[in-house]
Nanobody, 114 residues
Framework: QVQLVESGGGLVQPGGSLRLSCAAS????????MGWYRQAPGQQRELVAS???????NYADSVKARFTISRDNAKKTVYLQMNSLKTEDTAVYYC????????WGQGTQVTVTV
């Protein structure tokens, strides 16, 4: 019923860019806070960026000035624009929808390597 479908992950060189998309269905998208999380091997899952239903954004210190989160309520989609990518950004990235319940996407691999 509820689905978060991610796309846009892949392989990129350091300094490059990627744009992740997460299309939601089965929820009233406009009332949900949305977020992007990531998990690298041997590390905890961490919040990368979030955007509230009202449009307020928050970023992890490690990605400030490089990543931008945005949402399009008409398309029920949240985006993560990632610029100036570093090898340390390599991780599985997960889309999250948060209101009374929390929903997760399947995860998409981002690999930054020479």
């Amino acid at each position: 019923q509820v689905q978060l479908v991610e796309s846009g992950g892949g392989l990129v060189q350091p300094g490059g860019s990627l744009r992740l998309s997460c299309a939601a269905s089965g929820i009233i998208f406009r009332v949900y806070d949305m977020g992007w999380y990531r998990q690298a091997p041997g590390q905890q899952r961490e919040l990368v960026a979030s955007i509230t239903s009202g449009g307020s954004t928050n970023y992890a210190d490690s990605v400030k000035a490089r990543f931008t989160i945005s949402r399009d309520n008409a398309k029920k989609t949240v985006y993560l624009q990632m610029n100036s990518l570093k090898t340390e950004d390599t991780a599985v990235y997960y889309c999250n929808a948060d209101r009374a319940q929390r929903y997760w996407g399947q995860g998409t691999q981002v690999t930054v390597t020479v």
